[in-house]
């Protein structure tokens, strides 16, 4: 009896070891500036055959840094569906320090892309404020995992000219 009890244990405690060893990646990713992608599996699921289907995502780029406003200064990013599965998008939104500061074109929600498809996402600077700055996370849900995947944004505003003449020196020609 205690053998078996001790079988049990162990078995119970391998499980929990692999079902909690999948590394879970930070809002941010490690840090790693070096590489420009981001990607991640769900825990698969059983086809026939023994075979494993699992969708995945791939996001490129990891950041976006703005330095214009509008969506004349818009940036695109990519999705690609990377797992054996189709990739189901769900919504896109910012959240963060300023998320009303930065709009999408929303072209990549509500989407299932089937194995290696891809869709771009144009994402731009619109602060409340001309010349303000500010930052957010750009999310997409989607059905790879638990978590959503993270796109860091910031922008720098630029001031806009003023129509307002110079004025011009008070000095008496000579």
Same mark, same amino acid.
């Given at each position: 009896?205690?053998?078996?009890?001790?079988?049990?244990?162990?078995?119970?405690?391998?499980?929990?070891?692999?079902?909690?060893?999948?590394?879970?990646?930070?809002?941010?990713?490690?840090?790693?500036?070096?590489?420009? #992608?981001?990607?991640? #599996?769900?825990?698969?699921?059983? $086809?026939?055959?023994? !075979?494993?289907?699992?969708?995945? $995502?791939?996001?490129?780029?990891?950041?976006?840094?703005?330095?214009? #406003?509008?969506?004349?200064?818009?940036?695109? =990013?990519? =999705?690609?569906?990377?797992?054996?599965?189709?990739?189901?998008?769900?919504?896109?939104?910012?959240?963060?320090?300023?998320?009303?500061?930065?709009?999408?074109?929303?072209?990549?929600?509500?989407?299932?892309?089937?194995? +290696? +498809?891809?869709?771009?996402?144009?994402?731009?600077?619109?602060?409340?404020?001309?010349?303000?700055?500010?930052?957010?996370?750009?999310?997409?849900?989607?059905?790879?995992?638990?978590?959503?995947?993270?796109?860091?944004?910031?922008?720098?505003?630029? !001031? !806009?000219?003023? +129509?307002?003449?110079?004025?011009?020196?008070?000095?008496?020609?000579?």
């Amino acid at each position: 009896m205690a053998i078996a009890a001790a079988l049990i244990a162990a078995a119970a405690t391998i499980t929990g070891a692999l079902i909690t060893s999948r590394q879970v990646p930070l809002p941010w990713g490690s840090g790693d500036t070096g590489s420009s #992608e981001t990607q991640r #599996e769900t825990v698969p699921e059983r $086809i026939g055959g023994g !075979q494993k289907k699992a969708a995945g $995502i791939a996001v490129t780029p990891k950041s976006l840094t703005f330095s214009c #406003e509008g969506d004349s200064c818009a940036q695109e =990013v990519r =999705v690609l569906s990377t797992g054996t599965a189709t990739l189901k998008i769900a919504g896109i939104e910012f959240e963060g320090d300023n998320p009303g500061d930065f709009q999408h074109d929303n072209a990549c929600a509500d989407q299932a892309l089937d194995v +290696d +498809d891809e869709c771009t996402l144009r994402v731009w600077f619109a602060p409340a404020s001309t010349g303000a700055s500010g930052s957010a996370t750009l999310v997409i849900h989607q059905n790879v995992g638990r978590y959503p995947t993270y796109v860091k944004v910031s922008g720098e505003g630029t !001031q !806009q000219p003023t +129509d307002e003449p110079t004025p011009e020196s008070s000095e008496p020609a000579e």
